[in-house]
């Protein structure tokens, strides 16, 4: 927030929030189109048009409530709240709308101002002979007056007036309901349920009341003149929703009962009629439209004013210029000439039902994200999270959804438009506030908190599907290297294995005891390795390990919880296949790494990386058959990646001539059981013969793979050490594979 901001502001108490609230609650379309909304849709529906208003009201105020007693507020009112828990460049979206709608409602207030003339219009047509034709000869001059009142005296003569309009507006309230007809005794039946014929429809009716409702934040927006905004915002703002709530029940049962539904739709001023003294309505209707007019119109600006202190705008000029104050109190005198400005295109077009459909579906954003925030920062449980006035996040979660289907359910079309501008707006700001905070900020407790959930329910679950190991198998696979920057296939792999299906951990072996300056080594790794997995768009963990030697880094690793939740069940090693560099470190500690009954993967990288990631071939003998199924299905799997988007699989398999037929229909009938993409023309039974070596087959058949998955066992690597993953020389990638237990594939 800018300097000019802070600087020293005039202090109001809780009183101005009260009655700026109130008296734009109880305003124009309580005067002016209440008795309209009874007519079409009954009293009933009425109360339903209130209750569902305050459905949203309610928990938005209370949402607003509660965000302000958690954090200082400054100048900007909702704007400051919104843009302190999205972000800049969301809040400044839904600022923008929310100040539209506050400049938009000056003009509605004066345009309904001038229905108040209305019985003087009829007299000076009567008695005089002058014919006021078009009402904007009313409404122009007075915004003209309005604007002159807020440019030179400001918000202290703005708080002065309210006292004197909530007084008119109470006086006027009061002889309404002492007035009467005897409307409801000349009728045979309860006028309750009575509307008029082919009335309009009831959401239509809705967004054409709802402004009304929307009064009960005007308070929020003198945030930076408050002297105690923590205090303030909650007891004025839901004090006076509830008040209002209270009013309207009884406006609306007074109307039902006192005139009739043609009467209601069709006389705008018809609580004239009803009231003891008829003039005291357009005196009020006067008093309360010019009091909420003022109340925007102090508002507005103070919004504006704080979406330009935190440089929003594009210009630097423009920012200074709209957050610039007077002297002293920092009154916004230039986002008061511009909120004017756009009040005085809008009282151009006249037209109520016009203007408070466009003001609905502003406040139904703004209010939907208020709402939101609130749920979200229940949800994520932040412990800086601590506001002395606490809502419930059921509530916030209701207003939010409420919010969104009201706004299709007013008008769908009013609904794409203004979402489509603030997504149009939301990406003009992100363009030039790149340094900004987005939706990220909130949502990281939120995913913080979904995670911590989801750990623990698959920790649960997880000593039940123990049983089923075999069958219910998916990756969760541990990688760790030292040459994550020298060759990048490990990582590779595992980002193609936990793609979809699997969750894969890489580790970064960093040699050497933990120190200040070795823990300062892997940060800086740590940084790379983050960049390196934004930079794929993998779904890899990424993390650093400061260990002495390899064998205590595996005893660590092999102890790590699964990202997932669930416990790692594989763990991949890698060497070069030219220097042999890691490999004697792998077989050494072989034995150790079978004693937790991982399954095992070994990745001999060669010059030819993974070629063109056309063809895997995955080769079967007598010796690994156990490790047949989870070389298929990591072959699956990691044809699922888009790198693998035009790889085939063919399996190879070795075994004695009279087996070559019976083992050939077994792997094309778990293929075709199994549903893998496996063409039948891609599985080949070869020959065994004992004066040939598997090698010798496989370095002539797999030549042009990209990557072959071989077998291998435990006895193989206790007797044979490192020759067990050497003589493959004319091939390129291979990934050694050993099953803990036979995978089943179904």
């Known amino acids: 927030m800018a300097d000019s901001l802070v600087k020293k502001r005039i202090q109001f108490g809780t009183m101005p929030v009260f009655l700026t609230a109130i008296s734009t609650i109880l305003g124009a379309i309580m005067f002016l189109r209440f008795g309209y909304a009874v007519g079409n849709v009954g009293f009933f529906g009425a109360i339903a048009i209130i209750v569902i208003g305050h459905l949203i009201t309610i928990p938005t105020a209370m949402a607003i409530s509660e965000i302000a007693t958690n954090q200082k507020v400054e100048g900007g009112g909702e704007y400051y709240i919104i843009s302190r828990s999205f972000g800049l460049t969301i809040g400044a979206s839904i600022g923008i709308a929310l100040f539209l709608s506050q400049a938009i409602s000056v003009a509605f207030y004066i345009i309904a101002f001038a229905e108040a003339f209305d019985p003087m219009i009829a007299w000076l047509k009567d008695v005089h002979g002058i014919w006021i034709y078009d009402k904007r000869l009313i409404s122009i001059p007075a915004m003209v007056l309005l604007t002159l009142l807020m440019l030179t005296k400001g918000a202290d003569i703005g708080m002065k007036a309210l006292y004197v309009v909530v007084a008119t507006l109470a006086v006027a309230l009061v002889c309404f309901f002492v007035g009467g007809t005897g409307y409801s005794l000349s009728l045979d039946h309860s006028p309750l349920s009575d509307t008029i014929s082919n009335p309009d429809s009831f959401f239509y009716v809705f967004a054409i009341c709802f402004p009304a409702f929307t009064g009960m934040t005007a308070g929020v927006g003198l945030s930076g003149d408050l002297k105690n905004p923590k205090r303030s915002i909650p007891l004025g703002t839901m004090t006076a929703t509830v008040v209002g709530m209270v009013v309207y029940v009884f406006i609306a049962y007074k109307l039902a009962i006192s005139a009739s539904s043609e009467d209601l739709s069709n006389n705008q001023l018809i609580m004239q009629n009803i009231s003891i003294w008829g003039p005291i309505i357009p005196i009020g209707l006067a008093a309360a439209t010019i009091s ?45 000439m511009v909120t004017c400005l756009i009040a005085f295109v809008i009282v151009l077009l006249g037209d109520v039902n016009f203007v408070a459909g466009i003001i609905s579906m502003f406040f139904m954003v703004t209010y939907g994200s208020i709402c939101t925030i609130s749920f979200l920062e229940h949800f994520a449980a932040d412990p800086h999270y601590r506001p002395s006035f606490k809502s419930k996040w059921y509530l916030s979660l209701m207003g939010a959804v409420l919010c969104v289907w009201l706004m299709f359910k007013m008008n769908a079309g009013y609904a794409f438009l203004s979402l489509i501008s603030m997504t149009l707006v939301y990406i003009f700001i992100s363009y030039f506030k790149k340094e900004s905070q987005g939706v990220a900020r909130i949502f990281k407790g939120v995913i913080f908190q979904l995670s911590r959930k989801m750990h623990v329910f698959l920790q649960k679950t997880d000593t039940d599907e123990n049983e089923n190991k075999a069958e219910n198998w998916r990756p969760s696979i541990i990688c760790i290297s ?75 690793t092999l102890q790590l919880p699964g990202v997932s939740g669930k416990d790692n069940n594989m763990i991949m090693f890698e060497f070069s296949k030219q220097t042999l560099e890691g490999l004697d470190d792998i077989v050494d500690n072989f034995s150790l790494i079978k004693a937790i009954n991982y399954d095992v993967c070994v990745l001999a990288v060669s010059d030819k990386s993974f070629g063109h990631r056309s ?37 190879f398999a070795i075994f004695p001539e009279q087996k070559i037929e019976s083992e050939k229909q077994r792997l094309m009938d778990m293929i075709l059981s199994g549903r893998l993409p496996i063409s039948s023309n891609n599985i080949e039974v070869l020959p065994q013969k004992l004066d040939i070596d598997a090698r010798t087959i496989i370095n002539e058949k797999s030549q042009e793979a990209d990557l072959c998955l071989i077998g291998f066992r435990t006895e193989v690597i206790k007797h044979n050490g490192v020759d067990s993953f050497t003589g493959y020389d004319k091939i390129g990638n291979i990934l050694f594979v050993n099953t803990s237990e036979q995978i089943v594939i179904k």
């Open 292 to 336: 909420s007019a003022l109340g925007s119109v102090m508002v507005a600006p103070r919004t504006l004013q704080a979406l330009a202190g935190d440089r929003i705008f594009p210009n630097s000029r423009i920012n200074y210029f709209l957050s610039r104050g007077k002297a002293g109190t920092n009154e916004p005198f230039n986002a008061s």
């Open 482 to 556: 030292r040459y994550s920057f020298e060759r990048y296939d490990a990582f590779d792999l595992l980002r193609w294995m936990s793609r979809k299906y699997g969750f894969g951990t890489y580790i970064h072996l960093i040699e050497g005891y933990l120190s200040a300056e070795s823990n300062e080594m892997a940060l800086e790794v740590h940084s790379r390795l983050i960049k390196m997995n934004e930079n794929t768009r993998s779904n890899v963990y990424v993390d650093t390990l400061v260990s002495p030697s390899y064998t205590s880094a595996i005893a660590q």
């Open 615 to 651: 063809e895997m071939h995955i080769w079967v003998d007598p010796d690994n058959i156990e490790s047949a199924n989870l070389m298929i299905l990591l072959g699956y799997i990691m044809l699922g990646h888009p790198d693998w988007k035009r790889g085939v699989i063919k399996i």
